[in-house]
């Protein structure tokens, strides 16, 4: 199994930028996706995630700015982030698995700038 995550770069304050992880040797529709993120000094913290059934959850910081969702023809799953505030700069990684407790598969980061 292989994630690759894309998208990433350096944005203005308020600005957007699309995420997206492609996958190979996992169906992400038949998977639980998510997207984390870690920015230094911290811990790694969840940012959103989705069952297969289409149940999503997010991190309370981007409640309301963020959007996960799936691209099943291309097999990728993408994050929607609006409104970028300068502590949304962080490596961000997608994950998935089976479930939510069960999640074992990581991409490499793409690195996430947002400048005030």
């Known amino acids: 199994v292989q994630l690759q995550a894309s998208g990433g770069g350096l944005v203005q304050a308020g600005g957007s930028l699309r995420l997206s992880c492609a996958a190979s040797?996992?169906?992400?529709?038949?998977?639980?996706v998510g997207w984390y993120r870690q920015a230094p000094g911290k811990q790694r913290e969840l940012v959103a995630r989705?069952?297969?059934?289409?149940?999503?959850k997010y991190g309370d910081s981007v409640k309301g700015r963020f959007t996960i969702s799936r691209d099943n023809a291309k097999n990728t799953v993408d994050l929607q982030m609006n409104s970028l505030k300068p502590e949304d700069t962080a490596v961000y990684f997608c994950?998935?698995?089976?479930?939510?407790?069960?999640?074992?598969?990581w991409g490499k980061g793409t690195q996430v700038t947002v400048s005030s």
């Open positions: 040797g996992i169906i992400l529709s038949l998977n639980a």
């Open positions: 989705a069952t297969s059934g289409g149940y999503t």
């Open positions: 994950n998935a698995g089976p479930t939510f407790s069960s999640m074992p598969y």
